[in-house]
T-cell receptor, first 115, second 112 residues
């Protein structure tokens, strides 16, 4: 299967700072990337969908000014958590999809802890 | 009604038994379904996909799709302790954006 990487795998930051998470498709071109958040013992929650070269589409209730998503190339999308607060501490997972709508590959996730 | 629903479990089965995981879906989900396995602290891993009515087998795993009853199931034969994980059912949402919609997951425990 296709490989999706995320960096960093974990990060600790202080409240009020910003954190950038990278998601890369290593061996295919990802026309669409998805960002999810998962709190302990809960299911995946889709935050936003991004298509290369266009603005991300955010799910209801997700603040677009707080969670900045950039999908500048077919292999890279970034999620920036701005002015992070302890309640933003979570497991952030990206996934990438090529031309086939039924093939979606997940990255290994980034664990964010805001102190 | 949620678009994809699963029993949260935990479902406990003894080693070597068959584990049966079920999922129901609403009309807003298309006929493409996926089962993901997620170990604690890890991201989901695709196990099976199924698009047609009936059964699809891959090793110890069998996915079943019943369109008339709008349910999808995953059978795990000869369950092993390493199968202990949360299993997520997902369907491809048929709205304006093609995206996966996930159930809340069923936690499976395989006991020795």
């Amino acid at each position: 299967g296709a490989v999706v990487s995320q960096h960093p795998s974990w990060v600790i930051c202080k409240s009020g700072t910003s954190v950038k998470i990278e998601c890369r498709s290593l061996d295919f071109q990802a026309t669409t990337m998805f960002w999810y958040r998962q709190f302990p013992k809960q299911s995946l929650m889709l935050m936003a969908t991004s298509n290369e070269g266009s603005k991300a589409t955010y799910e209801q209730g997700v603040e677009k000014d707080k969670f900045l998503i950039n999908h500048a190339s077919l292999t890279l999308s970034t999620l920036t958590v701005t002015s992070a607060h302890p309640e933003d501490s979570s497991f952030y997972i990206c996934s990438a999809r090529g031309d086939r709508l039924d093939e979606q590959y997940f990255g290994p996730g980034t664990r964010l802890t805001v102190t | 009604q949620k678009e994809v629903e699963q029993n949260s479990g935990p479902l406990s089965v003894p080693e070597g038994a068959i584990a049966s995981l079920n999922c129901t879906y609403s009309d807003r989900v298309s006929q493409s379904f996926f089962w993901y396995r997620q170990y604690s602290g890890k991201s989901p891993e695709l196990i099976m996909s199924i698009y047609s009515n009936g059964d699809k087998e891959d090793g110890r795993f069998t996915a079943q799709l019943n369109k008339a009853s709008q349910y999808v199931s995953l059978l795990i034969r000869d369950s092993q302790p390493s199968d202990s994980a949360t299993y997520l059912c997902a369907g491809l949402y048929t709205g304006t954006a093609s995206k996966l919609t996930f159930g809340t997951g069923t936690r499976l425990q395989v006991t020795l």
